[in-house]
Structures are given as C-alpha cells and as structure tokens.
C-alpha cells in the first residue's frame, strides 16, 4: 500500500461529528486528522494527495447482510464473492459481513470452512462471516462457542424455510442460551415459516401463482407474531437478539416494545423496504418475479414506521441482504409457481446512495446516514473502531462522496452481475468519486483500480453494545 495519502479540503462525517478536517492516512490505516488550513495539517506532507474539496469524506460502509454465491432453490446467488465485493467498493461499501451456511447433517466448521474457501483469495474489499444455523444440535452448540473465539460472533436462525433453514422453538432456544454463554449475537429470519407454507400451498391449488402471492401469503401478522416470538425467546433465554430485514410495521412496533422494556434487542432493515413496496411485486408479465424476498416487499403504508424506527433508534442499522438471481434462467424458475421464485434482491452497490437519497429527503441527518451504514453495523457487529469510523488507527477505508454529482441507477452502468436493478431509473443525487480501502485507492474517481485479493478477511470480535 502506498505510504502516506493526504485527503484535503473535505467535509469529514462521522457517526459523531462534522469537521472541515484533512485525513492523512499512512500503511493502510488513518494516521491523523486535524483542522482544514491548520498549521499541523498544512505541515503533512504525502507521496498523494487527493483534493476533497467540495466532497465529503465518509467511513467506507460497512454492509452487515450480503449473500455472495448463496445456494438457494435450486440455483446459487449470481454475485461471487468476487464480482460482489468489487462491486460493493463502487458503491462505497469497503467491508461486507456474508453469511456461512450450516448444511443439515454437517458440521459449523465444514460449513464455515467452504465459506473461507469460497473468498479467500478473490474478495475486493475487506469481509468477514456470520453463520446460518441450519441444525442445532449438542454437537453444533459446542461449535458455536468456538466460533466466536475464532471470529465468527453472530448466528443466523430461521423461524422460516421448514425443511431448509428452519429451526424450532426449542432449537431456538437453545441456541440462544448457547449464545447468553458464549458473547454470540442471534440473528433472527423472524416469519412464521409453518403457517406460510399452509397458505402457499392454498394459494397454488387455487391457481394464485403470479409473484405478488408471494407477498400475500407472507403476512405482516406472520412477521410480527415470529418477531414478539423470538424477543420472548430470548428473553428467556437472558440474550441478545438482532432481528434481521424487518419490513413491516407490526414488527417494529415489536421491537419498540421490548427496547422500552430495556431488553437488547435490535432491529436492521434494508433499502428495498424503505425504497419499494408491493406495488413493484405486482409488476406485469412476470416481472414482479424481480422483487421476491424474505420476508417480503410490503405495501407503501409501512414504510413510515421504518423511517420513524431509523429516527428513533428502534432500528439501528440498514444492511441490503445482497442476494442476486438473474431474472433470466434464474427467477423465471418460478414462472406458473412463485415458491419457486429464488428469494432475493441485489443491492450492496447502491446502498450508500440510496441513504445519501434519503438525507436529501428529510428522512435522516447526515451524521445519522454514517451511523445506520457504517458505525453501527461495526459496532454491532465487532469491527468497531477499525471499521465504521474516521479516527486515528482506524483502517483507512474512505471515501469521497460528490453530494451533488446526479446519477440514475440502472442496470446498464452497476457493476453487480445480475441483469437488473431493483431500483432501475431511480435518479440519486450524490455518488461515490473515489474509495481507499486500508489506504490502497481501489475506485479512483469513478475508475476501478483495486484487485481481487486485496480483501482481507476480518476475524470479528462480540456485540459493542452489550454492557
Ligand atoms: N431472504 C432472501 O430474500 N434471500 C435469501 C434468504 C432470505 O432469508
Ligand atoms: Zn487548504
Ligand atoms: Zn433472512
Ligand atoms: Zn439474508
């Protein structure tokens, strides 16, 4: 990495702070800040200076949801790790938290281990792992406290998917007094999986197949009963839970509800429910098909309880759950049968854009943007003060924001391999112009110069804000 990059002339934003500041960076981490036209700043001198200028300068987000290469009905997520983080790094995201896989019938580690190999080697930006939960039994248990020595501080159960991903209450359970134990973090797919599926059998035997079925079958109610569920689960178990994707309203209102009781439990949405709505899932010929995820897209209404959840802190971070199936040969799977639809959205390129959106809208303060993107996600999920942050010893994963540069998003310019965008035509004021991670440039003014193999896998240490 080169020595020592001066950033100069930018407006720093942190979770915390808004500071004309210039930002020296040295060996891949941030060396020092100090004051725009201050004697220390103008006294550093570097081997590049990039001129920030009328830009802001920002933590690299950090995306806590992506799904690169997930197996999923039958066909795999189209983004590689490869492809995906590089196009993570043009949208400003510089690390990734991915999900290993526990096949049924195998162990944590064969899982973790095909996960480790899937990356090594090939990944743009930085990344690290949770784990799926697929078969919690004593050997798994045991597995689990290993784990989060290793790195691996977070576990991922369905209360959806029988047969696949599901687990039971009492899997549930026990894995959540595991993770009370050991420091681990439970994430929670929280949709009653049982009762969904009574309702999409009914639905195909009465010829409901198009792709807005899905959403229909997939109720809020299901969600929010899954989600008080899990928080009375956890509490009994005395842990933590962070409930993953939330979408609807009632299932907020969950969350708001045990928070006011003062438990710790914490929410994460993702752009497609702040950004679109059933009204997408409904979309003629097939097309609807484009936007099947779990749980589902729901209509406009909810989306002011997500928004009010960010204001308030009732939801804490916005991560895509990045999960890629070309329309064609992949979510035409499902044509005649929307439960063979692949679920999944792209989105780990657009996020930071579609937040800075959301600053311009009203939705969210600017400082608010870095918190739900980047410091939070880190915190959460033990990156923190390496990831997420503009601070002395921090790694120097930056980027240069053009608030007012105007783009619209679109297939036909992303750089993430699927053959469309979910938020295709959507105009965006503000871009990403050039991006440092651990001080290398790896998107230099809108040109790529990174490699595949410069991310480095980052062990993860437990939750931050467990006291
Ligand atoms: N939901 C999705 O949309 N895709 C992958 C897994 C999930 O839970
Ligand atoms: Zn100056
Ligand atoms: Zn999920
Ligand atoms: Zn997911």
Redesign the pocket.
Same mark, same amino acid.
């Given at each position: 990495s080169s020595a020592r990059t001066l950033i100069r002339g930018g407006l720093v934003i942190t979770a915390a702070d808004e500071i004309h500041a210039d930002v020296l960076t040295e060996d891949g981490r941030i060396a020092a800040l100090a004051a725009h036209g201050s004697a220390a700043a103008e006294s550093w001198t570097a081997d590049r200076v990039i001129d920030a200028t009328g830009r802001y300068v920002i933590p690299g987000g950090v995306d806590a949801h992506t /799904?690169m290469e997930?197996p999923?009905g039958g066909t795999s997520a189209s983004d590689t790790f490869e492809t995906g983080t590089r196009a993570a790094a043009w949208g400003g995201t510089t690390t990734i938290v991915d999900f290993a896989v526990q096949s049924v019938g195998h162990s944590l580690r064969a899982g973790l281990d095909a996960w480790y190999a899937k990356a090594d080697g090939v990944c743009a930006v930085d990344y690290g792992f949770h784990m799926i939960l697929s078969d919690v039994d004593e050997r798994s248990l045991k597995e689990m406290d290993r784990l989060v020595e290793e790195g691996v501080t977070s576990f991922k159960l369905f209360m959806a998917y029988p047969g696949v991903f599901y687990s039971d209450d009492g899997r549930i359970l026990r894995a959540m007094q595991r993770s009370a134990r050991n420091g681990g973090l439970i994430m929670m /797919?929280a949709e009653n999986g049982i009762a969904i599926d009574v309702l999409v059998e009914q639905a195909l035997a009465e010829g409901r197949t198009d792709p807005r079925y899905h959403g229909e079958v997939r109720k809020v109610v299901l969600e929010a009963e899954a989600t008080h569920r899990a928080i009375q689960l956890a509490r009994v178990a005395g842990a933590p839970l962070y409930v993953v994707h939330v979408s609807a309203d009632e299932a907020v209102a969950e969350i708001t509800a045990a928070r006011d009781k003062g438990l710790n439990v914490f929410g994460e949405t993702c752009p497609q429910y702040l950004f679109l709505s059933t009204d997408q899932l409904a979309e003629p010929d097939f097309e609807g098909a484009k936007y099947v !995820?779990?749980t589902p897209l729901r209509p406009k209404e909810h989306q002011a309880a997500l928004w009010r959840g960010l204001r308030t802190n009732d939801l804490q971070v916005v991560s895509t759950?990045h !999960?890629p199936f070309c329309f064609t040969g992949q979510k035409e799977l499902g044509r005649g049968d929307f439960s063979k639809i692949p679920?999944?959205l792209p989105g780990v390129e657009n996020r930071m854009d579609l937040l800075h959106q959301a600053v311009l809208d009203g939705h969210l303060t600017r400082r608010r943007w870095i918190e739900i993107a980047c410091a939070t996600p880190a915190r959460m999920f033990g990156l923190y003060p390496r990831k997420g942050t503009i601070a002395p010893g921090a790694d120097a994963d930056i980027v240069i924001y053009d608030p007012h540069a105007e783009q619209t998003l679109s297939v036909t310019t992303h750089h993430m391999n699927v053959d469309y965008n979910a938020y295709e035509g959507r105009r965006i004021t503000g871009q990403v112009e050039t991006v440092l991670s651990r001080g290398e440039v790896v998107i230099d003014q809108r040109t790529y110069t990174g490699r595949a193999g410069h991310g480095r896998y980052i062990p993860r240490g437990t939750c931050q804000y467990l006291v």
């Open positions: /799904h997930l999923f /797919h !995820c779990s759950d !999960c679920n999944g």
